[in-house]
């Protein structure tokens, strides 16, 4: 059986590897490791995205070697470090900064040292009108070359509503990128594609969550968004969570095998035009 956390990130002061063997020991295969901003690599206009995303690509590895885990990559500029930039250059200086985070990212995808870009969009608290215009130009940006190279991309936003779906729907047809290919993480379980505009959600592995989608379909990917994060234990569902709720689930009959083969394998397949094997 094929189980995959579709949204992990690991930190070197984390349990990084410690983390992927657990899930690994409960029964987890496949794992996106997503890239999360590093205190210690500020993100400058000489330097770029280069050196962050190199220390996630290097976790990357370094989890391939240590763990039976198979490990697809996201890279993305982050949506807070807009924010974090403005504090100390013009938002028009910042913003190019993220764009090219964007490009970098990409081309790391025709490279085939990640599969998608992300998580990239817009920050999750509330920003000025400005910000929220310049996330929304960097995120477009990023939809554009996520099409141009053929990969999905990893949306981070505000709490998803049906006017937020319908806009990032509208953002992905603009530059023909497949609402599909359009993947929302931390996604409430909202399956029907009546109501999240065919993006593709992918829904925190709680009990609750995955009994409220599955009687609307089997379209979605499960993740924890582990934080791995020393400060904040506990913030986050643990990393075993995907592989346990999965079987525990296939237990009481709220999943059937074919829905876990959608759901970790056939529709990341599809999304992410990868294999899972
Ligand atoms: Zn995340």
């Known amino acids: 059986m094929y189980i995959l956390d579709n ?3 690991l930190r070197p002061d984390g349990e990084n590897v410690e983390a992927v063997k657990k899930f690994c020991k409960a029964g987890g295969t496949h794992i996106f490791l997503a890239h999360i901003p590093y205190r210690d690599i500020p993100i400058t206009g000489e330097d770029g995205y280069r050196k962050a995303f190199d220390r996630t690509l290097a976790m990357g590895d370094r989890v391939r070697k240590e763990t039976e885990a198979v490990v697809f990559i ?18 028009e200086s910042a913003t190019k900064i993220m764009m090219k985070g ?6 790391l995808v025709e490279e085939n040292v990640v599969v998608a870009i992300g998580e990239i969009g817009r920050p999750h608290f509330p920003v ?4 929220v215009m310049a996330s929304n130009e960097i995120l477009e940006h990023g939809m554009r070359v996520a099409k141009e190279v053929g990969c999905a991309v990893v949306l981070h936003t505000e709490s998803a509503t049906a006017e937020t779906f319908k806009e990032f729907a509208q953002m992905a047809d603009k530059v023909g990128l497949d609402r ?6 931390f996604c409430p379980p909202i399956i029907d594609v009546d109501q999240n505009h065919g993006l593709f959600p992918s829904v925190l592995a709680t009990k609750k969550n995955i009994s409220a989608a599955i009687p609307q379909g089997n379209r979605f990917l499960m993740e ?9 234990p506990g ?12 079987k525990s689930m296939l237990q009481e ?25």
């Not at 924890?224 to 904040?232: K, S, V």
């Open 224 to 232: 924890t968004d582990y934080i791995d994060d020393p400060r904040r």
């Open 7 to 9: 949204h992990m990130h």
């Open 235 to 246: 913030a986050v569902l643990g990393p075993a969570t995907v592989p346990k709720t999965t």
């Open 102 to 107: 964007m490009d970098l990212a990409a081309s």
């Open 253 to 277: 009959g709220v999943l059937t095998e074919e829905d876990i083969i959608s759901i970790h394998k056939a529709n990341p397949e599809r999304i992410y035009d990868i294999s899972i094997e």
């Open 180 to 185: 599909e290919r359009v993947v929302k993480h």
């Open 128 to 131: 000025s009108d400005e910000i």
């Open 74 to 91: 996201s890279v993305g500029p982050y949506p807070v470090d807009l924010v974090h930039m403005v504090e100390h250059m013009p938002l």
